[in-house]
């Protein structure tokens, strides 16, 4: 689906992707990982075609060089922080974006009920909030199913309660047959979205590696999938992000990362917040890639 | 909630060319009619145009041809004046402003082209510019109608056909200035100093540089030919008044020596004006892209 061969940039004399090569069958989820200034979107905006590079990348069988509007046309894609025409209303946008894709006729109604947006029909892109705008940005990005999804660490604009929201609705497009790259540096979302992930440094790609050993190897021994009843859900994720977990809705329960030797804290913090929690499970990193709460839609 | 993909979309094939370049005209079109600029600048050269058109028409003495000669003769300098102006700062603010506020990766990211995109913006602006330069000039043809004089069509249309395709070649050079900006401001500033040039600058530079060489006639028509409004200047006159006698010797010359065919020569002259900028924008920013 996406075959990257030998990708360079650079900027003057600093090389920001240095010699990527990479490969992306159908239906794969590869997160790219790495600090800040790594490479990461540089390397996305060469697949898009937003930077000349050295090197080949191929999206479904097109250059995405010598043909990036046939390269493109696989390709949905939601940045950091979207730019729009602030003016619009939001079926206006969408209608928009519809037309640069080739869809006559944009179910509006349905593609924002998609992503959460019922009823925003008529509201301008301007009053959004930065959560509602990822919304936005996604619903454009998911106009006529494109098979391949590129998000640029698409939560980091976000307040913790619509990071959550906004996982959630990955979740359930990631493991439906689509393809996804993404960059993050947050490994709740890398644990939640990616089957693969590509480590990446002074733009070079120092590892492949599956979600399990990534995990292991930063701390991240097992999640803690916990049943708490929808009212007290909100009270209790605010209790465990205090508690230093990365918690995350994921529509039946709450999911939490946690170390190998720390399985019983979240349980025990909410505990002493007096929150209930009718049953948990614990999942081992092994099992987790087929564990449906977690790739699997809802 | 449902997700469903299909592998084999629609999407594959993405629309033609130029169905691309309309709906990004049509966008920008509207984007342009709702913008303050615009509106201000519609207004300010509606309003001065009536004004020109309405001293202008009081002193003919209900003698229509020459009121109206009179009128172009202050509308063309109005034109050459606000036109250039207003197309400069559209084309300078079209790329830039939308760079700076991350808009541009985010076009350029779904199935368009950097040159479909570039051609559908200064398409758009373009139908709003020749929607504001015939809702000006249109004003004040009726003016002058209602003033008794018997209006000439065809200047009219002269007129509005050239100083179209003046703002055209302001406004790929505009387009030009901000494909190779970073910012909107640095743009639009860059803008106003080749308008200034173009208005102030070149007149000058001419001047200093007949005394200064003792250039010869034929050398100073075929300087002047390089400012596209002294082309527009020229050509309105020529194609109203079919002399040239206000403009000087060297415009004298022109109509002595090339008769009918200045028409071709103005004509080449402005379309280089249009074409050679827009290609070049077009060529700079498929390479350099939105870095």
């Known amino acids: ?298 | 909630m449902q997700t469903t993909v299909s592998l084999t979309s629609p999407l594959s094939r993405p629309p033609h060319t130029l169905v691309t370049v309309a709906w990004i005209g049509v966008r920008e079109l509207k984007d342009a009619i709702g913008t303050r600029w615009f509106t201000l600048y519609t207004l300010a050269f509606a309003a001065l145009g009536l004004g020109v058109s309405f001293v202008s028409a009081s002193g003919s003495g209900g003698s229509g041809l020459s009121g109206f000669g009179r009128t172009s003769a202050g509308l063309i300098n109005l034109v050459l004046l606000v036109v250039p102006l207003m197309a400069l700062s559209a084309g300078a603010a079209s790329i830039a402003s939308d760079r700076e506020r991350g808009m541009l990766a985010y076009l350029l990211a779904q199935p368009v082209t950097p040159v479909e995109l570039l051609l559908g913006k200064f398409v758009g602006l373009a139908v709003a510019l020749l929607a504001c330069i015939l809702l000006g000039l249109g004003l004040c043809a009726m003016v002058v109608g209602f003033k008794g004089g018997a209006l000439n069509a065809s200047s009219i249309a002269w007129l509005a056909g050239l100083s179209f395709l003046l703002a055209l070649g302001m406004l790929g050079t505009g387009m030009l200035i901000s494909v190779v900006t970073r910012r909107a401001s640095v743009a639009t500033g860059t803008a106003v100093f080749i308008w200034l040039v173009l208005v102030f600058g070149t007149d000058l530079a001419l001047m200093a540089g007949t005394l200064t060489f003792r250039l010869r006639i034929e050398e100073l028509f075929a300087l002047s030919l390089i400012n596209p409004l002294q082309v527009f200047k020229m050509w309105s006159l020529h194609a109203i008044d079919s002399t040239l006698d206000v403009l000087g010797p060297a415009a004298l010359y022109a109509v002595e020596e090339h008769g009918e065919s200045l028409h071709a020569i103005f004509g080449l002259c402005l379309s280089a004006w249009i074409l050679a900028p827009l290609t070049l924008a077009c060529v700079l920013f498929s390479r350099k892209g939105v870095s």
């Open chain 1, 1 to 298: 689906m996406i075959i990257m061969h030998g990708v360079t940039k650079r900027f003057r004399r600093i090389a920001a992707v240095d010699n990527v090569s990479m490969t992306l069958d159908a239906g794969d989820s590869v997160a790219l990982w790495g600090p800040n200034g790594a490479g990461k979107s540089t390397l996305i905006r060469c697949l898009l075609g937003l930077h000349r590079h050295k090197g080949v990348i191929t999206v479904n069988g097109h250059n995405a060089r010598s043909h990036g509007k046939r390269a493109r046309a696989s390709i949905g894609y939601v940045p950091q922080e979207i730019g729009f025409y602030d003016d619009l209303v939001v079926g206006e946008a969408i209608r928009h974006f519809g037309r640069l894709r080739g869809i006559r006729r944009t179910d509006i109604d349905g593609t924002l009920e998609r992503v959460g947006l019922p009823g925003q029909l008529a509201k301008r892109v301007r009053d959004l909030s930065g959560g509602m705008k990822q919304r936005l940005a996604l619903a454009i990005a998911l106009l006529g199913d494109p098979p391949i999804l590129v998000l640029d660490e698409v939560t980091a604009s976000l307040d913790a309660c619509g990071r959550e929201e906004f996982m959630s609705f990955l979740g359930q497009l990631s493991g439906a047959g689509r393809t996804m790259l993404f960059a993050s540096h947050r490994i709740d979302e890398i644990a939640a979205l990616a089957k693969r992930v590509a480590v990446m440094e002074s733009g070079r790609l120092t590892a492949v590696m599956d979600v399990a050993s990534f995990a292991s190897s930063h701390g991240v021994g097992s999640f803690v999938h916990l049943a708490i009843p929808e009212r007290t859900r909100p009270r209790a994720m605010c209790v465990l992000s205090e508690g230093g977990f990365e918690p995350r809705l994921n529509g039946v329960g709450i999911i939490v990362p946690v170390r190998t030797d720390q399985k019983a804290a979240p349980i025990a913090l909410l505990a002493r917040a007096s929150i209930t929690v009718d049953d948990f499970e614990i999942i081992s990193r092994a099992t987790a890639d087929a564990h449906a709460p977690i790739h699997g839609p809802t």
